[in-house]
């Protein structure tokens, strides 16, 4: 039970890191990344905006502490 509650820490960790809200906009931009590919548009694009504009906002918030 311990490995598997260490593993379980490791992926929290891994994933969600130090910033939840990085964590809900990447998989938000994937999410809709994937609808659109879906829907037949070519959305390669989106994703990588999402990011940076994700990053900026993390990094602006970490500067404001």
Known sequence: MRTLRAFGRFWYDFVIGDDWRVAVG????LGCTAALVHAGVDAWWLTP??????L???LRRAAKR
């Not at 905006?49 to 994700?54: K, S």
């Open 49 to 54: 905006p999402a990011v940076v504009l994700l």
């Open 56 to 58: 900026g906002l993390s």
């Open 26 to 29: 990447v998989a938000v931009a």
